[in-house]
């Protein structure tokens, strides 16, 4: 199955991207860090979502409209009192198909699976609003998920197919992981 390709496929840029979120999380202090470290998620998130919007259609995936996107990252960050002026660099994986999209979507849905960690995270540091990105879709988290991969699964038909899948998606969390620029990762 395409998703049990990625996942293992990815799992060093994944894990190499979680430690650099998971350093810049460790430097928030305050509502305006934790607002410029979500500047990093809306920047990239919809740069990619730009990137995949020809290809990911409500015929491919019904539920689209109501996935998250960057849109609650933009509330959060408006809700700690920021905005999004000056933003760090992001650039999207190139995207030029429907599994290369689907493979970049794959990073993003899931990264929902790790949002209820980051909250708790975040509530250690006293941090308890603008947390509607990361506490994804709520008690339905488990179940939007699997609607993504059971469609993510019927895509490729070919080991070529899942190649693109996946080097779009190992592109997707490296491009990421460039937006937070250099981390001391310990």
Do not use: C
């Amino acid at each position: 199955m395409l998703s049990n390709s990625i996942k293992e496929a990815t799992r060093e840029a994944h894990l190499n991207l979680e430690k650099k979120v998971v350093q810049k999380m460790k430097a928030i202090r305050s509502d305006a860090d934790y607002a410029d470290f979500l500047k990093h998620f809306y920047t990239y998130f919809n740069q990619v979502e730009q990137a995949i919007a020809p290809y990911i259609t409500a015929e491919l995936l019904p539920d689209h409209a109501e996935r998250r996107n960057s849109q609650y990252l933009k509330q959060d960050i408006q809700e700690l009192g920021g905005d999004v002026n000056d933003l760090p660099a992001a650039q999207a994986p190139e995207i030029n198909n429907t599994l290369q999209a689907l493979g970049a979507l794959y990073v993003m849905e899931g990264s929902i699976m790790g949002g209820p960690i980051i909250v708790k995270m975040l509530e250690k540091f006293g941090i308890t609003k603008g947390v509607s990105f990361f506490s994804g879709y709520g008690e339905a988290t488990g179940q939007m998920w699997a609607k993504f991969v059971a469609i993510l699964n019927t895509q490729a038909h070919s080991l070529e197919e899942e190649a693109l899948a996946i080097e779009a998606a190992n592109a997707t969390f490296s491009n990421f992981g460039e937006v937070f620029g250099e981390v001391s990762v310990a």
